[in-house]
């Protein structure tokens, strides 16, 4: 990475923009199931309950946490 401190999660701009297609990113899958097995997302939620003025997660309508 040449500016990694510019770099905003979830763009795929250098990507999309790399005419050797050098940059390539997992799917929104992948990062899904690499979350799950590795139990992340009740990690990120208690961070983000920690921080002050961050709202709690609302409920998904298919019952996922």
Known sequence: MVRPDQCIVGCTTCANLCRGRAIFFPSLEELREFYRE????????????????????????????
């Open 38 to 65: 590795h139990k992340l997302w009740d990690a990120v939620k208690r961070a983000l309950m920690m921080e002050e003025g961050v709202l709690p997660a609302r409920k998904r309508p298919d019952g996922e946490k």
